[in-house]
């Protein structure tokens, strides 16, 4: 079975949907705490201005202490080629920009439209070539499955807006299923089109929401067609503030549960990291956390392949 990869989204798509803001100490206790249970990937944060996310506002601190776990990839949101510059100046490992596919969603999410992105997108590309140390640029085609805006959204849109980001630089696309509209007939659909215009070795991953509660079977859809990463968020925290009605990531704990129980390696071990909810709980007591395997528990007989 093979090697999947989770980027544990919570730190910034978790965080940036809720109102409480969560200390720099409880962020690093639940940073560490991912990386000991095995998380090799983390999105901490986003560079975006304080007044729009005061609940992302010590960015640039959490990515300073993520950076002293050695292997782990420190990834960031970034909006625009200020907020890279923040990232890059910071440190990050990896730089993710959404581009929408829906155009409304874009001016009303990052106040800009797609040419606009696309030229921020060639100028970050260009920044993160230059940069002191190897960085991963991602361009993310958000609401690729969907928009609360516009609705329907078509492959050919999403398979456009992927080729412009390769051609702007980019060293990889993703698809974000930002508003959980995404079914897994057109998970398999979309990632094949997107594959045949891009390559497959440039669209390796899927950040996916479980709004509708197609969050695991969109994943099983991923796999199918190649996918090797998924975005996901300790319990379930999260969601997208400007899209209405969209929230929750999918759980990192179910996600690494049925990917064990199938036989798929993620790194991660499973009872650490059911322990790190507790951090979450006591950091912020008023969210609801999510997720069925930590209510239930692991199954007797349940083995991770060491
Ligand atoms: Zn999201």
């Given at each position: 079975?093979?090697?999947?990869?989770?980027?544990?989204?919570?730190?910034?798509?978790?965080?940036?949907?809720?109102?409480?803001?969560?200390?720099?100490?409880?962020?690093?206790?639940?940073?560490?705490?991912?990386?000991?249970?095995?998380?090799?990937?983390?999105?901490?944060?986003?560079?975006?201005?304080?007044?729009l996310l005061p609940?992302?506002?010590?960015?640039?601190?959490?990515?300073?202490?993520?950076?002293?776990?050695?292997?782990?990839?420190?990834?960031?949101?970034?909006?625009?080629?200020?907020?890279?510059?923040?990232?890059l100046a910071a440190?990050?490992?990896?730089?993710?920009?959404?581009?929408?596919?829906?155009?409304?969603?874009?001016?009303?999410?990052?106040?800009?439209?797609?040419?606009?992105?696309?030229?921020?997108?060639?100028?970050?590309?260009?920044?993160?070539?230059?940069?002191?140390?190897?960085?991963?640029?991602?361009?993310?085609?958000?609401?690729?499955?969907?928009?609360?805006?516009?609705?329907?959204?078509?492959?050919?849109?999403?398979?456009?807006?992927?080729?412009?980001?390769?051609?702007?630089?980019?060293?990889?696309?993703?698809?974000?299923?930002?508003?959980?509209?995404?079914?897994?007939?057109?998970?398999?659909?979309?990632?094949?089109?997107?594959?045949?215009?891009?390559?497959?070795?440039?669209?390796?991953?899927?950040?996916?929401?479980?709004?509708?509660?197609?969050?695991?079977?969109?994943?099983?859809?991923?796999?199918?067609?190649?996918?090797?990463?998924?975005?996901?968020?300790?319990?379930?925290?999260?969601?997208?503030?400007?899209?209405?009605?969209?929230?929750?990531?999918?759980?990192?704990?179910?996600?690494?549960?049925?990917?064990?129980?199938?036989?798929?390696d993620t790194g991660?071990?499973?009872?650490?990291?059911?322990?790190?909810?507790?951090?979450?709980?006591?950091?912020?007591?008023?969210?609801?956390?999510?997720?069925?395997?930590?209510?239930?528990?692991?199954?007797?007989?349940?083995?991770?392949?060491?």
């Amino acid at each position: 079975m093979s090697t999947i990869l989770i980027s544990e989204v919570g730190p910034r798509d978790g965080l940036q949907s809720i109102d409480p803001v969560m200390p720099l100490a409880a962020k690093c206790a639940w940073i560490d705490a991912l990386v000991d249970a095995g998380i090799r990937e983390i999105e901490v944060g986003s560079f975006v201005p304080a007044k729009l996310l005061p609940q992302l506002a010590d960015t640039a601190q959490v990515v300073a202490h993520a950076r002293t776990h050695p292997g782990l990839i420190v990834a960031v949101l970034v909006p625009n080629a200020r907020g890279a510059e923040n990232a890059l100046a910071a440190g990050a490992h990896k730089l993710t920009l959404p581009l929408s596919a829906s155009e409304t969603h874009s001016l009303k999410n990052l106040r800009r439209t797609h040419a606009q992105v696309l030229e921020d997108a060639a100028a970050i590309a260009a920044m993160c070539r230059a940069a002191p140390y190897k960085v991963h640029f991602e361009g993310s085609v958000s609401t690729a499955f969907g928009c609360t805006l516009e609705g329907i959204v078509t492959e050919a849109k999403v398979v456009e807006l992927a080729e412009k980001l390769m051609a702007a630089g980019a060293d990889e696309v993703g698809l974000s299923d930002t508003t959980g509209y995404a079914n897994p007939a057109q998970v398999r659909s979309v990632v094949r089109a997107v594959h045949a215009a891009i390559g497959a070795e440039h669209l390796t991953g899927l950040h996916l929401h479980n709004t509708r509660g197609l969050g695991l079977a969109n994943v099983i859809a991923g796999l199918d067609v190649g996918i090797t990463t998924f975005d996901a968020s300790l319990g379930g925290l999260g969601g997208c503030p400007f899209a209405p009605g969209a929230s929750g990531n999918i759980v990192t704990e179910d996600l690494v549960f049925m990917l064990e129980a199938m036989g798929h390696d993620t790194g991660i071990d499973l009872d650490k990291l059911l322990k790190v909810r507790d951090i979450l709980a006591a950091a912020l007591p008023s969210e609801p956390l999510y997720g069925f395997t930590p209510d239930a528990g692991l199954p007797l007989g349940f083995r991770q392949a060491a």
